[in-house]
């Protein structure tokens, strides 16, 4: 849980200072002032995690060049500066030499937003990343098999690109994609079965109707890694590039027994992205042993006030919840949220309202 957040030199804030209520708060703002950034700011902190960019650069304001971010999470002091010369860690004032050591005891994060609905509609490569945010937050073994999977298969497609056989080299990296890969798709395989109860669930209660949401693991190699690339290996060297691996997973979900994406109305779809939403939630708090924050963008203006309210009683009544909005039309219908505490932002700064 956070307790107050600073920002220097971040998206669109010279400087920013927020208490954070235990219960969280709602975000007011006209479009573009800087409401999502809070957001982002807060997963950055506790996950150094952006869900907008994998370019960190991006995120300093323009004309600097670093930003920074500090913040009471979890009770610890937190801080995060990027330059040019990557990331400054300290935690309690002692210097973390890299983000694993950063991450090791930080918090837990889910964050929602309207993009969601591509979890059920996009690519495979959406829904690995809502398995690799989980996963990279409930394990460190997880993390540090996707990195060295990633850089293997860089170098392995690179090879596979030049066209020319270096059979030996190829196969020193391949033995690092059984490796790595062979952990990430044990962990998904765990995952996908924690998840599965809690997504069915929170199927039920936000539709409140008999709406039977599965979730199946779909391994792009089969059970066996080696096999499925020996097997492959013509067809790598044709294509030139490496077709077989956890890099190519999915998650297949359906609902009443139909694949979601072909058949699901868009109100269905809508919740189902929320009940995978609300599933990594209840998954991180029962392994990660603590309540995440959840981060909630800009979605309560496209939901119905049933759904809305069902959402609402579905998040743990004690999680702490940072809620985006650009109007207070809905609010009245939503009982829970209009407990919370509201921040007016505006121009570069937040006042309480
Ligand atoms: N690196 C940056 N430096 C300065 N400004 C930036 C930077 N990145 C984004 N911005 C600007 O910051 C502003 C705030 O963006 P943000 O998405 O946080 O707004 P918002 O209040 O959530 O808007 P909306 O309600 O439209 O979603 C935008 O005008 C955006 O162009």
Redesign the pocket.
Known sequence: MLSSLRLLDF??FASLDIEAPPAGAVLI??????????L?AICMLVRLHSPRTHRMA?????GADQFGIAGTSWSQERRVRYSRDGFRLRVDEEKRPNQSTYLEDGGLVVWMGNEDLELIRGSGEIRRRYLDFLGAQLDPAYRRSWSRYRRALRAKNLLLKEGRTRDAEIASYEEILVEHGTVLMEIRARLVEGLSPFAAAAQLAISGKDEKLTLNYLPASGPDMRQSMLQAKERETRLRQAVVGPHRDDLELRINGMPAGDFASEGQQRTMALALKLAQGRLLEQRGGKLPIYLL??IFGELDPLRRNALMNHLPTDAQKWI?T?HLDWLRETQEISKLARLV?SQGSAKTQ
């Open positions: 998206r669109c703002g006209e479009n573009a002032q800087g409401k999502t950034s809070i982002e991006t995120l300093s304001r323009f963008d800009d985006t650009t932002i």
